[in-house]
């Protein structure tokens, strides 16, 4: 299993971002993906400042469609997870991405993300 990443997420629905290709081709793989909602949230977001409400709505159905692709949110004792991550991190984390490192603790996943501070915290 993975855990999606805004970056990676994000990657997927922009051409011309440096990742799309391969945040494409990591989507269209059909290994399980696990989107907390606080990214799916964080993802929305940035589609809709960044390109309007119809293509970030588009995103999210797309997302939301994939049968490989499940959204969870945090229970509390993960919430209080990736706020310890995030002040373990003293700043190289930002909270949505604590939760990402706490939900691949937590599932025994690795993350989809091409942020490579995310990718080493979950490492650790």
Do not use: K
């Amino acid at each position: 299993m993975r855990i999606g990443d805004t970056s990676a997420l994000y990657a997927a629905f922009v051409a011309e971002d440096a990742h799309h290709a391969r945040s494409r081709a990591a989507l269209e793989d059909p290994e399980p993906v696990l989107v907390p909602t606080e990214i799916l949230a964080e993802t929305i977001a940035l589609l809709q400042r960044r390109l309007g409400f119809e293509p970030a709505r588009q995103a999210g159905a797309a997302l939301r469609a994939l049968p490989h692709v499940r959204l969870d949110g945090a229970s509390p004792s993960l919430a209080n997870a990736a706020w310890a991550e995030f002040e373990r991190a003293g700043g190289r984390l930002s909270l949505p991405d604590a939760f990402v490192v706490a939900w691949c603790r937590a599932e025994g996943a690795s993350p989809l993300s091409f942020d490579q501070g995310v990718v080493r915290a979950a490492r650790r």
